[in-house]
Every structure is written in C-alpha cells, then in structure tokens.
C-alpha cells in the first residue's frame, strides 16, 4: 500500500529511513529546518578550509552501501572510502605515543613494545570483545528492542544463554583494569565510553564491545570527507522519488483518533498517512505534541556528553600527526567526575585533533592543515560563559603546544566553535547532547525510547535519541527497524 510519509529532520537517521520506504513505493516527502542536510554529520567551510564539523569515525560502512544498494541508482559508485592503517594515534603526558595499528598483531607488538603489555593480552581482549559483540549486536542493534518477538527471536534466545558473557556487572573501566598491566591501555580501551557519549566508569563493560568495531572489523574514511556520506545519500534519495524540503521547520503533528493525519510546517498544514521523526525525542514531545507529557523515560535518562570544537585553519603542516589523534588528561577519572557530575569542564581535558585533510588533500590549502579540535563536554545547562570558553581554548592550545613541542597558537589562522549551545540551536537536540542519552546504567538499553509507539498510529522515530542509540551505524540501524515496522505494519492490514 503506497503512503504519504513525511520525515521531520535529514540527519543520517532519516535520510536512511527516507531511502528505504521510498523504495518501499512510499511517497516521502523530508522536512528540514535548516538549509541543508545532515544535521549533526556536517560541513563548515571557511577561509579556504573545509572542515566536517560532527562525526569523523566512519566504521561498519557496510550499512552506508547497504542503503545505496537499496533501489536503482547511479549515486553508489560516486561513495568511495578506505579502510585506515593507523585508527588513531594516542598522545600521554609522559611521552608515550602509542598507534592504533588496524593490523591486530602489530598493534598488539606495539602495545607490547611502548608500554609493555604481553601481546597475549591484548589478543585476548580482542576477542572477547568480538565475542560480546557478535553475540548482542543482533539484539541491542538491529531489532526493535523490549519487544516480545525480539526476546523470543534466534538472537533473543542466544543471548539468554550466555547473559553472563554480556559482562553487565563491572563497569568498563572496572574490566579494562581487570584485563591490562598497563595503565595506557586501559585508558585507550575505556575512551570507547565516549563513543556513545558515555562515561567509562559507570556504563557497563558490554559497551567495551565497540572497540571491536574499529580493532577487528576495522576503521574507514570517505575519500571526500564525512559530509560525502550525507552528499551521495540525498541525491541516492532523491533518484528513489524522495523529496526534500529545507527551511522548513515542522511546528506540530496532527493526530485525529490518536492516528498521524499529517502536520504543520513554517504555518501550512500538510497530509501524511505517518510521521518518522529524525529529531531529537525530547524537543519532538515537547514542540511537535506540547499537548501531550513528555514521557517518562525519556525525561529521567541522563543525557550523553556533548562537545566543543575549535575548527582551526593552521598554517603549517604536521607529518607527525595522523587523521585522528588523541592527547590524553593525566586524570582521567576527574575528566569524567568534571563531565557527567560537575558539569563542568575540566581544566585538562583529552583533546581530540581530527585533520581530513591527511585524507582528501583538498580541505585546507597547500602547506596547511584543516584543524578540529574536539573535548567532550557537559550537556548545556547555561554554564557555557565566554570567559569559560576562553579559558579552555588556552588550556588546550598549552595541552597541545606542551604535548607536540611546538607553539600552536602561532600557527592558528582561521577559526570557528563549536559548542552544546550551537549544536543545540542548530539541530534542536536537548542540551547539544551528541548522542542523545549516555549509556551510563546497566538498563540505559532498556530506557531508551522506542522506534514506534503503538498508542499512536503512524508515528516513528528514527536516530540518534531513540533505539538502538547514537552514532551513525546505530542511527542507520534505527531506520532499518522502523522501515521494517511500517513494513509489517501494512502487511498485516492487507489480510
Ligand atoms: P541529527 O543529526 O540529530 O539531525 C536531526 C535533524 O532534524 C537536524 O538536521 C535538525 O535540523 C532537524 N530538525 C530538528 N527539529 C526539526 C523540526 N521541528 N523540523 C524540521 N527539522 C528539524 N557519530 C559517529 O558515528 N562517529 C563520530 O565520530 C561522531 N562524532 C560526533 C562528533 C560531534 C561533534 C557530533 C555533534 C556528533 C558526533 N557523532 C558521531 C554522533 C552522530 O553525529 C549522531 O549520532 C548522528 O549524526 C545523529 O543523526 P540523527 O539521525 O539522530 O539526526
């Protein structure tokens, strides 16, 4: 049965779950507030430097293809990416520089050779975390979850055989700490926390499965930079018949008989059988159905982390430096305590330096260097103040002049930043959080909103907010489920 879909948001969850329901023979039509796509997954261009300005962590590109093999196109051939040989590279305090080999043996006789740790380790943690993640990631990922059919599923049964092997009980750090001599490594391993907008020392070690993403199944990057994954999608969408509307922010869904009638859009009113909304869930209940409570759930679940980023054009070149590059806090542990309890910002934060113009060779101009400095932040509480703000921009430019032996704060000729108040203002989600909700308690998985609510017809939700969480892949994920729901959905009305 064709229906009129409208999708509110063209970040990647909805541009994904556009692509499937249009080759489903739906009628979708993407509604977008701002005057481009791809929400969090964007590009500043500034100066003569191109910078993406959200995620730089392309992994599982398989669902990328996936959605380009979706429907007769022409636009998959012009996506190219590669796998990278180093996934990152981790500056500490005291000098040590250890690289993130993708080769597992040969970051395994790094490891071994810079800070001492027996290869043997690091092998097996490898595959323990694989093991985690081949177990749950049909589960927690790419099915609707707290479900009945989900839990009585293939997947569902495997994973009540072999609950223990989720590793619930201890919290990352606690397992790293349990798996490593070396106190570097447990540092690399518990970062994997902040993937997902989280804190190491509270979320439970089955979130150390996402460092089996980028050691095992690999780390990649677009030959053109992140923004081509939101580029090549939209004009795949738009060869499947979907249409996208900028500037056009949806102000309220029309409901008649608690059934999706369509909805309003900068004043108009416009018909649609269902509604997926890619928008953050919590300013979705709260703008788009003010009359009804926000729910539960979604009020009480803590919040990811958010960010700030100082996009700087740099004059000189750095060969020492790969794509991604960590500089580590001495004190991790207080980083968090800043993070997710003060919310503050620590004095010494891990700074993140993400150059894509060690891949393309076209962000910056010749002999310079297209520079995103990124620390995780606390969500926007109204703390963000200018002097804070000029405060950690020295902080970071002595972390990283101290740290590479070099006077960055010369070499900075451009700027733009980041903060959770402009992601918060650019793409409605509450607080700037990056991620939606952190996955900092044992039952964040079981907390978080559902794809579909069945007390209202035809309404979905897609992205980062709602199940299965944030990050491309799993925002990817999400519009699998929810193009599979409606799927079924009319299915079942045809018998
Ligand atoms: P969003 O990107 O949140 O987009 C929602 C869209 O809805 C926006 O375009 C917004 O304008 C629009 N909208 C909102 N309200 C309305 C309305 N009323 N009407 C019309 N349109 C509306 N993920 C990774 O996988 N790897 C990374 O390395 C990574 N790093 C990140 C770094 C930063 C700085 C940030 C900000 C994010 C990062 N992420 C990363 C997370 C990732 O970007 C998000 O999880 C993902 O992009 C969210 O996609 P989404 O589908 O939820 O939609």
């Known amino acids: 049965m064709k229906e ?60 990328v293809e996936e959605l380009f ?16 040989e180093n996934v990152c590279k981790y500056h500490y305090e005291d000098g040590t520089v250890l690289n993130a080999w993708a080769d597992p043996h040969r970051f395994a006789s790094e490891a071994c050779e810079k800070v001492g740790e027996p290869a043997w380790r690091v092998h097996n943690y490898l595959n323990k975390v694989k093991e985690m993640y081949n177990l749950s990631a049909g589960l927690f990922i790419f099915r609707p979850f707290a479900r009945w059919e989900t839990f009585r599923s293939e997947a569902g049964k495997k994973v009540a055989k072999k609950f223990h092997k989720l590793d619930m009980l201890l919290s990352m750090h606690q397992r790293n700490k349990r798996s490593f001599k070396s106190k570097h490594l447990v540092k690399l391993f518990d970062r994997y926390g902040t993937y997902n907008g989280s804190n190491p020392y509270r979320a439970p070690a089955t979130l150390n499965m996402i460092a089996h993403l980028e050691h095992s199944e690999g780390a990649y990057f677009p030959d053109k930079g992140m923004y081509d994954i939101i580029t090549q999608l939209v004009n795949h969408a738009r060869e499947l018949g979907v249409v996208f509307n900028f500037n056009s922010r949806v102000e309220e869904v029309l409901f008649q008989n608690n059934k999706v009638r369509g909805g309003r859009v900068n004043g108009s009113r416009f018909f649609a059988d269902r509604v997926v909304s890619d928008m953050d869930v919590t300013g979705f209940y709260k703008h788009l159905m003010p ?38 806090a001495e004190n991790y542990k207080e980083e968090f305590r800043y993070l997710f309890r003060k919310k503050q910002l ?79 203002e650019n793409t409605s989600s509450a607080g700037g959080a990056i991620y939606g909700s952190s996955s900092n308690s044992r039952f964040s998985a079981f907390m978080r909103h559902p794809n579909r609510v069945k007390r209202f017809g035809g309404l979905h939700f897609v992205g980062g907010s709602v199940h299965p969480g944030g990050g491309i892949p799993l925002c990817i994920a999400s519009a699998g489920i929810v193009s599979n729901d409606i799927e079924n959905e009319n299915q079942k009305s045809k018998k």
């Not at 409208?6 to 080759?23: E, H, M, P």
């Open 69 to 84: 093999s979706i429907g007769k196109s022409s636009a998959q051939t012009n996506f190219k990416y590669h796998k990278l």
């Open 291 to 328: 009359a009804r409570k926000i729910p539960l759930r979604v009020r009480l679940m803590e919040k990811s982390s958010s960010a700030v980023i100082f996009y700087w054009g740099i004059n000189h070149t750095f060969p020492g430096l790969e794509l991604h590059n960590i500089f580590f």
């Open 4 to 63: 009129k879909i409208a999708i509110v948001g063209s970040g990647i969850g909805g541009i994904a779950a556009a692509i499937r329901l249009a080759a489903q023979g739906h009628d979708v039509t993407v509604f977008e507030q701002a005057d481009k796509p791809g929400g969090k997954l964007n590009e500043l261009k500034q100066d003569g430097f191109r910078f993406d300005t959200g995620p730089s962590l392309f992994t599982l590109p398989g669902l």
């Open 346 to 424: 620590y004095y010494d934060p891990t700074v993140y330096v993400f150059i894509s113009n060690k891949v393309t060779g076209t962000d910056a101009p010749a002999g310079m260097e297209n520079w995103f400095v990124m620390i995780n932040a606390p969500v926007n509480q109204g703390q963000y103040t200018k002097e804070m703000m000029a405060e950690l921009r020295t902080n970071i430019i002595n972390k990283l002049s101290r740290m590479l032996d070099v006077d960055v704060n010369k070499h900075i000729v451009s700027e733009s930043i980041g903060t959770p108040v402009t992601i918060e």
